[in-house]
Nanobody, 126 residues
Framework: QVQLVESGGGLVQAGGSLRLSCAAS????????MGWFRQAPGKEREFVAH????????YYADSVKGRFTISRDNVKNTVYLQMNSLKPEDTAVYYC???????????????????WGQGTQVTVSS
């Protein structure tokens, strides 16, 4: 299975931006659809964004649509999450995850993902 390591989290003021990165091991990165999820204290894990293995199709949670952009570089084996216009309610631990194939039917469903990173903390101050 692919191994994932997130980076790029931190503390930012409301309205600011951050870019998260998720580096994957292995030579078949393009075989995996990739997703970002987040979990705030006391809340359930929440889907954020998804990109297919080729990078040709993306899907977002309504709460981040228009503010976040997911992308991937299959040469660098890395998926990114550009987060703009951050809000305090975006505060959470962000996880990247590898899907069970290059295109998955229910990208919002965490059960469709087979490998997870350790997470990176994002804190947005008001």
């Amino acid at each position: 299975q692919v191994q994932l390591v997130e980076s790029g989290g931190g503390l930012v003021q409301a309205g600011g931006s951050l870019r998260l990165s998720c580096a994957a091991s292995g030579r078949t990165f393009s075989s995996y659809a990739m997703g970002w999820f987040r979990q705030a204290p006391g809340k359930e894990r929440e889907f954020v964004a998804h990109v297919t293995g080729s990078g040709g199709s993306t899907y977002y949670a309504d709460s981040v649509k228009g503010r976040f952009t997911i992308s991937r570089d299959n040469v660098k084996n890395t998926v990114y999450l550009q987060m703009n216009s951050l809000k305090p309610e975006d505060t959470a631990v962000y996880y990247c995850a590898a899907g069970r194939s290059r295109a998955i039917a229910a990208p919002w469903n965490h059960l469709e993902y087979v490998s997870w990173g350790q997470g990176t903390q994002v804190t947005v101050s008001s």
